[in-house]
């Protein structure tokens, strides 16, 4: 069985990975900003014995990385034995995409070009001229409609014809450098002719003048010997003296390289592309939504809605889905008892062990299920990009990165995918500061609690749109103050722990895309809401053990779980809390979820976690404990400033590598939340 080896690459937002996902039948979700792609995706696509293995590679701009997705895409594609490439681009966008067209050019690989969205432009009213620019670039060229099956079909079929008649595309020089440059590449690649590489020696000649040492590494590790001999060391220096007559320093090469780049981009562009497009609705629209009056006010109101739906439509399927678990409960109890299990292991897996897990479900799954495909839709529609626009300033007053908005807003559904997306950071420094930072924007797993907890103490217990709306603006409140606590901390952990200046980064702005709303909900909820679900059942299980055995193993005439609340209630008491709170949310470091009934389970000393389906009830419960308006907001702080979750805690340490980041993680917050309970409950105390 004969197995061909090809790369998908192209920049992002091309309909890259919707491509990759047609050939393979694969389910991979596409998003509509950059840096989505981070690590590369494998698919297969079969043609009777042959057999096609595609590496969707993750968006890049340029074969100069500025990101780890570009360099893992550029690794690939310079190290990598493969057999083709196929570059995806965007027939409405094309001059964008030619830059990394012309540098695969350079690096004389086996290439082809998929001319993609070709129906989009033409709505647009532009044509791309194919037969003639494929005379200019030397390359086979074919046009494309990736969420056309007959289009798709036909791509299929090109790529099969080329794989069984692959040729090594004609070597050709399109891009000229200045004239140094050019003697400069002649003097490195006279110094490589006796090198045997499946790489451009003329490329391969650009990155050692640019003194690119994992390019050069990489090949000194692929051959066994040092290209850098004193002959090239020899000729690196005439070059360098050559480069000091021209003005130019070597540090400025690279520049000197896209400009020229850019320079045959525009030219080819000229040549094939002929436009009646009018930019003058997405410029109105991008104008809007970027503004400094108008930017962050949508913003907040794009937010706001999210939250007043999620709000108002996830109370319904949670109360069906406790109704539907307390059935199941009684059935599962019978089946138990009807295997002869001890009572106290019953017990345990009843009343430990499913209620903590089908609590979690219950809570968790309506509110995402809601928010995530509500939020991927602003993702598909291209807003995230905007988002990051608009809060870049802020963020690089902080010495940060403005990519790090779209780790935060990514957080909103679950900390663990904020953690994951910071990925998208080029500078470590700077990734390092989103990925500790993050844990100040509520998850999914926090907002059930807050809003409970609004709805109760802030709002009052009525239903109408008033208070559906005041609650929803408290909770925008107090996400704020999540947000500005990321800010605080970005700013003072780049003056510490990570000191540095912001670094530069390419932000795209998208064009508007119409988001496919089925698919779209549908692969958020498969994608994003089962798995960041499965997550933390996987936690809740064992949390249940541990809970219903500090319930109900006695020391004296008390469980261990009030020795523990008797133990923390002087330290609660400082920051306007009681041992209860303190104990509920230690226990609930596997998940948020349970923080709340933890509690009810000690005030009422029941063994078991409780539902509190009646909120009336709820709130008598907790004033009869002691609650006031006062304990209620510093729960509510609590809630956005302590410890991430056990699964995001995780997700820290695979990300960093390092337990001493997860160690950092954890306290920054919680000392920052205990002491804004502190200061709050110090001025405020006396008067309520």
């Not at 217990?461 to 500005?484: E, H, M, P, Q, W």
Request: charged share 20%; hydrophobic share 50%.
């Amino acid at each position: 069985m004969k197995e061909i080896k090809m790369g998908l690459a192209g920049n992002p937002n091309v309909g890259k990975s919707t491509i990759f996902n047609s050939l393979t039948h694969s389910n991979q979700h596409t998003g509509n900003w950059a840096g989505k792609t981070v690590e590369n995706a494998v698919g297969i696509m079969k043609n009777g014995e042959e057999i096609y293995k595609i590496y969707d590679l993750p968006g890049i701009y340029s074969l100069l990385p500025h990101s780890e997705e570009e360099r893992v895409a550029r690794d690939f594609l310079v190290f990598d034995d493969y057999d083709f490439v196929m570059v995806v681009c965007d027939a409405s966008s094309l001059l964008r995409n030619l830059n990394l067209v012309l540098q695969m050019r350079e690096m004389n690989c086996n290439l082809i070009l998929c001319l993609n969205l070709i129906d989009e432009a033409r709505k647009k009213k532009i044509e791309v001229n194919s037969s003639k620019l494929e005379k200019l670039l030397g390359v086979k060229i074919i046009e494309c409609c990736a969420h056309d099956n007959k289009s798709i079909k036909h791509l299929h079929d090109e790529i099969i014809e080329y794989s069984q008649n692959i040729k090594r595309v004609p070597k050709r020089n399109i891009v000229k450098y200045p004239a140094y440059l050019e003697k400069a590449i002649q003097m490195v690649v006279a110094q490589l002719q006796h090198i045997n590489l499946k790489i451009s020696k003329r490329w391969l000649a650009l990155n050692i003048i640019r003194n690119d040492r994992t390019i050069i590494d990489k090949i000194n590790s692929q051959l066994g010997t040092d290209i850098m001999t004193d002959e090239m060391l020899s000729a690196l220096y005439k070059i360098k003296k050559m480069l000091l007559d021209e003005d130019v320093l070597i540090n400025e090469i690279d520049d000197v390289i896209v400009n020229a780049i850019n320079d045959k981009a525009s030219s080819i562009y000229e040549q094939v592309v002929t436009s009646k497009r009018t930019k003058l609705k997405e410029l109105y629209l991008d104008k809007i939504l970027t503004s400094k009056l108008w930017g962050i006010p949508i913003m907040l109101l794009f937010l706001g809605i999210i939250f007043l739906i999620t709000i108002k439509i996830s109370n319904y399927p949670s109360e069906w889905l406790f109704k539907m678990f307390s059935s199941l409960e009684v059935i599962l109890n019978d089946c138990l008892i009807d295997l002869g299990l001890p009572s106290f292991l019953i017990d345990m897996l009843i009343n430990g062990v499913y209620k903590v897990t089908t609590w979690v479900i219950s809570v968790m799954l309506p509110p995402m299920m809601i928010f995530f495909p509500l939020f991927t839709l602003l993702e598909d529609f291209g807003y995230l990009p905007r988002i990051a626009f608009n809060l870049d300033g802020v963020f690089r007053k902080c010495s940060s990165c403005g990519k790090q908005s779209l780790t935060m807003a990514m957080g909103f559904g679950c900390n663990c995918v904020g953690v994951t997306g910071a990925r998208i950071i080029d500078s470590k420094r700077e990734r390092l500061i989103a990925i500790l930072t993050n844990t100040f924007i509520p998850c999914n797993g926090k907002f059930p609690t807050i809003i409970a907890i609004i709805t109760m103490f802030f709002v009052g217990l009525g239903t109408d749109l008033k208070a559906l709306i005041i609650s929803t603006l408290i909770l925008l409140l107090i996400v704020l103050l999540g947000v500005l606590m990321t800010f605080i901390v970005s700013k003072l952990l780049s003056k510490t722990l990570f000191a540095g200046y912001p670094s530069s980064f390419i932000l795209e702005l998208t064009p508007f895309r119409r988001p496919r709303i089925m698919k779209t909900i549908v692969t958020s909820i498969f994608d994003r809401t089962l798995f960041v679900l499965g997550r933390a059942v996987t936690v809740a299980i064992p949390a249940g053990f541990i809970i219903w055995i500090l319930a109900n193993i006695n020391i004296g005439d008390l469980s261990i779980l009030n020795h523990l609340t008797s133990f923390f209630d002087p330290f609660g008491k400082i920051f306007g809390v009681d041992g209860v709170i303190i104990v509920a949310f230690l226990l609930g470091f596997p998940a948020n979820e349970i923080v709340l009934p933890i509690m009810l389970m000690c005030y009422l000393n029941t063994g078991t976690l409780v539902d509190y389906s009646n909120l009336l009830e709820l709130k008598t419960l907790l004033i009869d404990n002691g609650w006031t308006i006062l304990t209620a907001l510093s729960v509510v702080i609590l809630f956005i400033m302590h410890y991430p979750c056990s699964t995001a805690c995780l997700t820290i340490k695979k990300e960093t590598g390092s337990w001493w980041y997860v160690f950092l993680s954890c306290i920054i917050p919680t000392i920052l939340g205990l002491l804004c309970c502190f200061i709050i409950n110090l001025f405020l105390g006396p008067l309520v």
